[in-house]
Nanobody, 119 residues
Framework: VQLVESGGGLVQAGGSLRLSCAASGSTFSINTMGWYRQAPGKQRELVALITSGDGMTNYADSVKGRFTISRDNAKNTMYLQMNSLKPDDTAVYSC?????????????WGQGTQVTVSS
């Protein structure tokens, strides 16, 4: 599985961005996809995830009501719509995909995309 992200950039506080994560390869094996972010000097944070089967979503408290994760199965692409952006949202955002469960779970990562929110 290969993951390619796009859509990062510089935006003013209150603005919006949409990140995309295009998956290729053995995508049929993926059961969960999501986004992490990491800001300088901070721990990596799980931002949002979406399951492949039932499309269940989950969000970090810090982004609830502002970010929306979705997927287009026909395009093998996942999206993160980010609205009402704050300077605290500035980070490198990386998409991931999981296949398998428990000890057999395997993770794949995108290259990361920078999101910068100016005040």
């Amino acid at each position: 599985v290969q993951l390619v992200e796009s859509g990062g950039g510089l935006v003013q506080a209150g603005g919006s961005l949409r990140l995309s994560c295009a998956a290729s390869g053995s995508t049929f094996s993926i059961n969960t996809m999501g986004w992490y972010r990491q800001a300088p000097g901070k721990q990596r944070e799980l931002v949002a995830l979406i399951t492949s089967g039932d499309g269940m979503t989950n969000y970090a408290d810090s982004v609830k009501g502002r970010f929306t994760i979705s997927r287009d199965n026909a395009k093998n692409t996942m999206y993160l719509q980010m609205n009402s952006l704050k300077p605290d949202d500035t980070a490198v955002y990386s998409c991931y995909a999981y296949e398998g469960l428990g000890r057999s779970r395997r993770a794949y990562w995108g290259q990361g995309t920078q999101v910068t929110v100016s005040s």
